[in-house]
């Protein structure tokens, strides 16, 4: 009684189920069914040769290859540029430098440390060669032998020497400039600013570098004083410095040009009063 | 059955045969279509008056299998996406709903389709009258409202659960049930009265 209600409850549904499975008898075209098995097989030919393409050679070993294009790149850099080359020896001391440097008084100062890098590190290639500007700053006086054997000296005590400068002296070599504008530029700051030990070291520098003469009252005004030896060595090493750039540069850096002459003649007439205005006070 | 375990796939034959399909059994998506073809083609033809577009939907639906099977992952049912990528394309093309004609929804009264089909009692050796009754269901598919006659077909020719249809057409299980529902009591009242038509 109870399957019978069931089935009864059950038949107004099933009557239309059955109804539509009776008339469900629509198929898709043979052609359809045609072209859609045709695109399945095409489609199944074509899938792994995109889905899975086997690795070649290049991205089998991408990682290596990068690396090996990467150390190529860097070590090719280094053979072809020289400069690179001599300028990564001195950035390798270039902590201890920087330790020995004093703080910095000024902003601008303080914004170039690159340029106390090459003065701290030690030379050995500056050390081993012979140059015409190294022969015009020797003492005419000395017997060339013995200033040469001097200018060892000082080399190698360069360091211990350094450490013992005035600070001021220190960041005035620290902070020289290697292009005559820059130096004419700095001794221009210097002596208006009345920094007249930094802008005597600077004028000596550029005579040296240049070969240029100095008026005999500003040489006796830039006699050398109680710590003439410091700056001796400083000078040194500022021509070794220039030597090495020199292997960069042309030929004719070394020259001034006729503005540079004249600025560098009106710079030392500067100086020259400042040095008579400074020993009258 | 093999792959079946590599995948950890469900033990459906469908997800089986796509899967292979995937791997480039061409013969396991023949098997596949042969078995969806005559639904899927009905779900869009009884629910599109052109026939064309009909057919059009239908080989994009099968072509888009095509395409997908190479990124396919039996994490849903089969046949669950095959009828989804279906719904997707039809109401992309399909915007607007039929009303239906005539056709009223008692809810009060549940009872009173009883035997609204039943006229093949009155006449009980009728081919005829059966074979009309068949076409008369079919225009009664036609005036229900669209997402009953969408819930009435996905339920009709996929098999799927009502939790599954819900999923289908993207409504939630209650409205599907209800769609469902209102769809058989719908054709019950339309066949009833045609019936009724046919003996006046």
């Known amino acids: 009684m109870t399957e019978n ?9 099933s009557q239309i189920d059955a109804l ?4 469900a008898v629509e198929q898709p075209p043979q052609t359809l069914d045609q072209q859609i098995l045709q695109q399945a097989r095409n489609n199944c030919r074509q899938a792994p040769e995109v889905i899975r393409p086997a690795p070649g050679f290049w991205q089998k070993h991408r990682y290596g290859l990068s690396a090996a294009a990467s150390v190529m790149l860097v070590a090719g850099l280094f053979i072809l540029n020289p400069e690179l080359r001599n300028s990564s020896a001195p950035q390798l001391s270039a902590p201890a430098s920087l330790e020995m440097s004093p703080q910095a008084d000024s902003a601008e100062d303080a914004a170039q440390p690159a340029r106390l890098q090459p003065m701290a590190a030690p030379q050995p290639m500056a050390a081993k060669r012979t140059a015409p500007q190294e022969q015009a700053v020797q003492q005419q006086d000395m017997p060339p032998q013995e200033s040469a054997a001097k200018n060892r000296a000082v080399a190698e005590d360069t360091v211990q020497q350094r450490a013992r400068m005035a600070p001021r002296q220190q960041q005035a070599l620290a902070a020289l400039p290697r292009d005559i504008d820059g130096r004419l530029d700095r001794l221009t700051s210097a002596i208006e600013v009345g920094e007249l030990e930094q802008a005597a070291v600077l004028v000596r520098g550029i005579a040296a570098d240049y070969q240029l003469t100095l008026p005999d009252t500003l040489a006796k005004a830039l006699n050398p004083n109680e710590s003439a030896q410091v700056e001796e060595a400083a000078l040194q090493q500022l021509k070794q410095q220039s030597f090495i750039h020199q292997d960069t540069a ?7 040009n006729r503005e540079q ?21 | 059955m093999e792959l ?30 042969l078995k969806h073809k005559g639904g899927l083609y009905r779900y869009f033809v009884r629910q599109l008056s052109d026939m064309t577009l009909a057919e059009d939907l239908y080989q994009e639906t099968w072509s888009r299998v095509i395409k997908a099977a190479q990124s396919y992952q039996a994490s849903a049912k089969f046949t669950t996406w095959l009828y989804r990528i279906a719904h997707n394309l ?24 009883a035997n609204l089909v039943g006229p093949q009692t009155a006449e009980p050796d009728s081919e005829l009258l059966r074979s009309r009754q068949v076409a008369w269901l079919k225009e009664c598919i036609g005036l229900l409202p669209q997402v009953q006659k969408e819930a009435f077909l996905l339920n009709q020719e996929s098999g799927l659960t009502a939790q599954l249809i819900s999923e289908v057409a993207g409504a939630t299980l209650e409205a599907t049930k209800s769609r469902i529902r209102y769809a058989y009591q719908s054709l019950r009242d339309c066949l009833g009265r045609k019936t009724q038509e046919s003996i006046e």
Request: no cysteine; proline share 5%; net charge negative.
């Open chain 2, 90 to 113: 039809l109401i992309d093309h399909v915007r607007a709903v039929k009303p239906v004609d005539s056709l009223s929804i008692d809810e009060d009264e549940p009872d009173a389709q």
């Open chain 1, 250 to 256: 042309p030929e004719n850096a070394q020259v001034l």
């Open chain 1, 20 to 23: 539509y499975r009776e008339g």
């Open chain 1, 261 to 281: 002459s004249e600025r560098w003649q009106a710079l030392l007439e500067r100086l020259k009063q400042s040095l008579e205005v400074k020993e009258n006070h």
């Open chain 2, 4 to 33: 079946q375990r590599q995948t950890g796939m469900p033990s459906g034959e469908d997800e089986t045969w796509m899967l292979a399909y995937a791997a480039g059994d061409a013969q396991a998506f023949e098997r596949l279509y």
């Open chain 1, 5 to 13: 209600k069931r089935d009864d409850a059950a038949t107004p549904e």
